[in-house]
């Protein structure tokens, strides 16, 4: 079985920027979620979709954005690039999100100038 | 505000030895705890998990126990190899959800 994979694993952006990350969960797992991981601060929760729905959101401004779409494919979005969004983000998926292990991508490393 | 927390940076441990990471938490309303092992480059894997109905969990050479008075869980690493060189990330989640929070992590070193 395949695992999650993320789409472009390497970004380089400049602030004021906008940029869309791709995520393709294990066939057959219906949750995503989305991970900020930055030096020292281990993963940030940003954003939970199930069936198309997001279920739960992490305190992130609204610059984050994130959608699921029917194949259970998910993007999250970042407008307006800022020097701190410089980070590796992570999504992860699982058949349903509670009480299931998540599954992460390799991530993509987004760096900001 | 950081509801899990692993004070504990890094660990350094001879090869055969135990290895012992902590963890604790500040939500009580948590009852699903994992730890995961991140590779550099690499997403983090799942290692093992624990429900709070349970205060032991075992699979191969790791071992999580769970404390829940003391909202403190420890993962136990016996022997260690120099492939479990790592950083190891505990998580917690509550009933409905749906995300997991994360410490910051933990980096341990085998030496041969």
């Known amino acids: 079985k395949a695992g999650v994979t993320q789409t472009p694993r390497y970004l380089i952006k400049t602030r004021g920027q906008q940029v869309t990350l791709s995520c393709s969960p294990i066939s057959g797992h219906r949750s995503v979620s989305w991970y900020q991981q930055t030096p020292g601060q281990g993963l940030q929760f940003l954003f939970e979709y199930f069936s198309e729905t997001q279920r739960n959101k992490g305190n992130f401004p609204g610059r984050f954005s994130g959608r699921q779409f029917s194949n259970s494919r998910s993007e999250m979005n970042v407008s307006t690039l800022e020097l701190g969004d410089s980070a590796l983000y992570l999504c992860?998926?699982?058949?349903?999100?509670?009480?299931?292990?998540?599954?992460f991508g390799p991530g993509t490393r987004l760096t900001v100038t | 505000d950081q509801q899990v927390k692993q004070n504990s940076p890094s660990l350094s441990v001879q090869e055969g030895r135990i290895s012992i990471l902590n963890c604790d938490y500040t939500?009580?309303?948590?009852?699903?705890f994992l730890w995961y092992k991140k590779y550099p480059a690499e997403g983090p894997t799942f290692l093992i998990s624990i429900s709070s109905i349970k205060d032991k969990n075992e699979d191969g050479r790791f071992t999580v126990f769970l404390n829940k008075s003391a909202k403190h869980l420890s993962l136990h690493i016996v022997p260690s190899q120099p492939g479990d060189s790592a950083v190891y990330f505990c998580?917690?989640?509550?009933?409905?959800?749906?995300?997991?929070?994360f410490g910051a992590g933990t980096t341990v070193t085998v030496r041969a």
């Open positions: 998580a917690a989640s509550a009933i409905n959800d749906y995300k997991l929070s």
């Open positions: 939500n009580s309303m948590f009852d699903y």
């Open positions: 992860a998926s699982s058949f349903e999100g509670f009480g299931n292990e998540q599954y």
